[in-house]
């Protein structure tokens, strides 16, 4: 909307301010250097020349909401406002958002980060969740830390249960595999690079079950693409290996009491066995005295063609007047 006061064609003659908030995924310099009041903030935006200043995207920025007039009480924990930038790093007026209140979440064991990219939590920890990837690993904050972390460490503080989960969806979405995993655990599935199956549950923590004929198991949603799409941009996005699954975690410790609820293998066969029963046509059977035992279907019977008269052979001609009558013979006998 203003390229020129935006810095879009000379950054050099950029008069609108950064927004002071952490960028996350550059260095940690980069982020400190460009962090500053809001105060300050909010000042040099209404000494802007008034076309900026005054225009509607920076007044609704300004606006008064609703829960703005409310005072907490003491009982009130407030959660933390973070301000989130564009990864890269382009931006204008109009992106001017307001501050996005974060999940909470606490570390139910030690994690050992293997990449510059992750952060390691303790157990105990509360960490705020930035982004949920479908790959399970989430990038969170703790204070200066940030990076990413396995989904599968981490736990609500309200409920052992992820509220957010869906529901399975039996009908089951079309996927290949992009990298084959072999199988360490009796409930997951083992594939190779490039076999077609069907999603049925897509869970948080990365690991989704999956269904092959009438086979199912879990496996890693980073090592599968939608049917139809490119397969190549998809491998290139790998960059870090499955994360851990919550069963594989040792020395967990839950502030709940009651265990994280999550469906066994046997109810999604046996679940997914019924629904592609009744999927599949069935035949109408025909009526059975009660107690019979059911009958096998007979191929049908082809019918065969009828059997033509038989034509009798032409008599002779003394044969012929032998047996006519009276009156025939006579006109013979006149014609003659």
Same mark, same amino acid.
């Given at each position: 909307?203003?390229?020129?006061?935006?810095?879009?064609?000379?950054?050099?003659?950029?008069?609108?301010?950064?927004?002071?908030?952490?960028?996350?995924?550059?260095?940690?310099?980069?982020?400190?250097?460009?962090?500053?009041?809001?105060?300050?903030?909010?000042?040099?935006?209404?000494?802007?020349?008034?076309?900026?200043?005054?225009?509607? &995207?920076?007044?609704?920025?300004?606006?008064?909401?609703?829960?703005?007039?409310?005072?907490?009480?003491?009982?009130?924990?407030?959660?933390?406002?973070?301000?989130?930038?564009?990864?890269?790093?382009?931006?204008?007026?109009?992106?001017?958002?307001?501050?996005?209140?974060?999940?909470?979440?606490?570390?139910?064991?030690?994690? %050992?980060?293997?990449?510059?990219?992750?952060?390691?939590?303790?157990?105990?920890?509360?960490?705020?969740?930035?982004?949920?990837?479908?790959?399970?690993?989430?990038?969170?904050?703790?204070?200066?830390?940030?990076?990413?972390?396995?989904?599968?460490?981490?736990?609500?503080?309200?409920?052992?249960?992820?509220? %957010?989960?869906?529901?399975?969806?039996?009908?089951?979405?079309?996927?290949?595999?992009?990298?084959?995993?072999?199988?360490?655990?009796?409930?997951?599935?083992?594939?190779?690079?490039?076999?077609?199956?069907?999603?049925?549950?897509?869970?948080?923590?990365?690991?989704?079950?999956?269904?092959?004929?009438?086979? !199912?198991?879990?496996?890693?949603?980073?090592?599968?693409?939608?049917?139809?799409?490119?397969?190549?941009?998809?491998?290139?996005?790998?960059?870090?290996?499955?994360?851990?699954?919550?069963?594989?975690?040792?020395?967990?410790?839950?502030? &709940?009491?009651?265990?994280?609820?999550?469906?066994?293998?046997?109810?999604?066969?046996?679940?997914?066995?019924?629904?592609?029963?009744?999927?599949?046509?069935?035949?109408?059977?025909?009526?059975?005295?009660?107690?019979?035992?059911?009958?096998?279907?007979?191929?049908?019977?082809?019918?065969?063609?009828?059997?033509?008269?038989?034509?009798?052979?032409?008599?002779?001609?003394?044969?012929?007047?032998?047996?006519?009558?009276?009156? !025939?013979?006579?006109?013979?006998?006149?014609?003659?």
């Amino acid at each position: 909307m203003f390229p020129i006061e935006a810095g879009d064609i000379n950054p050099e003659k950029r008069i609108i301010p950064h927004l002071p908030a952490p960028r996350w995924f550059d260095g940690q310099r980069v982020a400190e250097s460009r962090q500053g009041t809001l105060t300050e903030y909010c000042n040099s935006l209404m000494n802007l020349p008034g076309k900026i200043s005054r225009c509607n &995207h920076l007044l609704n920025f300004f606006k008064v909401r609703p829960d703005d007039l409310k005072l907490p009480t003491d009982s009130q924990v407030k959660k933390p406002e973070t301000y989130l930038v564009p990864r890269d790093g382009k931006s204008n007026v109009t992106d001017i958002t307001g501050p996005i209140i974060l999940q909470t979440y606490r570390a139910i064991a030690d994690y %050992e980060k293997s990449s510059g990219s992750e952060m390691a939590l303790a157990t105990g920890d509360v960490v705020d969740v930035v982004e949920k990837s479908q790959s399970g690993w989430w990038f969170c904050q703790m204070k200066t830390k940030r990076g990413w972390v396995p989904a599968s460490y981490l736990e609500p503080l309200d409920s052992p249960d992820e509220a %957010e989960d869906p529901e399975p969806n039996y009908a089951g979405e079309p996927y290949v595999t992009i990298k084959a995993y072999t199988a360490l655990l009796e409930d997951e599935m083992s594939l190779e690079q490039g076999e077609t199956i069907e999603v049925i549950h897509k869970l948080l923590d990365g690991w989704w079950v999956i269904r092959k004929e009438d086979v !199912t198991g879990y496996f890693p949603s980073m090592y599968l693409q939608q049917a139809g799409q490119d397969t190549d941009q998809a491998q290139s996005r790998i960059k870090r290996g499955a994360p851990p699954r919550r069963s594989s975690i040792r020395n967990a410790h839950s502030i &709940h009491q009651q265990s994280r609820k999550r469906l066994s293998q046997d109810t999604y066969r046996r679940n997914s066995v019924r629904f592609l029963q009744q999927r599949r046509p069935r035949a109408r059977p025909g009526p059975q005295s009660p107690g019979s035992p059911l009958k096998e279907e007979e191929p049908p019977k082809t019918e065969r063609p009828k059997p033509q008269p038989a034509v009798p052979p032409r008599p002779s001609a003394d044969l012929i007047l032998h047996r006519c009558s009276e009156s !025939t013979k006579r006109k013979l006998a006149s014609a003659v």
